[in-house]
């Protein structure tokens, strides 16, 4: 196989042949067949398929995540993206700040325990993933930690013997 080959295959196989996804149906086929995409391409990550490339049918033009709103199809690409995500047919991971990546639902749980916490059973830090975690929500995690699984009503008393007003 040349390296011609190789880019035609690709080509086909990521939609960017002038056969454009226009459907729901068309997006789940697309979605299952490459596993997973970007929604805009990266100049970095130029091995990964992009959904709006695969809606384009072709890899001149397109948008890059910045400038996606100055773009007609974006608007319409997205729209279809979230209609594949809400029948949970793909699953959107911000992957890198900036970057999502739409997964197929039999690969999200392989996604999901690679971008995961490691340790969910830990005590969470006062800093998450750079946002700021409040004291409830480690009152919540302490008293289901130290109480085990509990109803709503259940946690709400728990939590408001120790915590403020807020629980």
């Known amino acids: 196989m040349t390296e011609q080959d190789l880019q035609q295959l690709r080509a086909h ?56 709103f100055a773009d007609p199809r974006s608007q319409e690409a997205i729209n279809l993206m979230v209609r594949l995500l809400r029948e949970r047919s793909a699953y959107e991971i911000n992957l890198f700040p900036g970057t999502d990546v739409i997964v197929s639902a039999p690969l999200f749980p392989y996604f999901y325990s690679l971008v995961a916490d490691p340790n969910p059973r830990a005590a969470p830090r006062v800093r998450a993933q750079g946002a700021r975690v409040s004291p409830l929500a480690v009152d919540l995690f302490n008293a289901i930690q130290k109480n085990g699984p509990v109803s709503k009503d259940g946690l709400r008393q728990l939590v408001s013997r120790e915590s403020s007003d807020a629980a």
């Open 13 to 68: 196989k990521w939609h960017l042949d002038g056969s454009t996804i226009r459907t729901l149906e068309e997006a789940r086929d697309f979605i299952s067949d490459v596993g997973f995409c970007l929604m805009y391409p990266e100049r970095t990550l130029n091995m990964v398929p992009s959904f709006i490339g695969a809606y384009a049918g072709s890899a001149d033009g397109l948008p890059d995540a910045k400038h996606a």
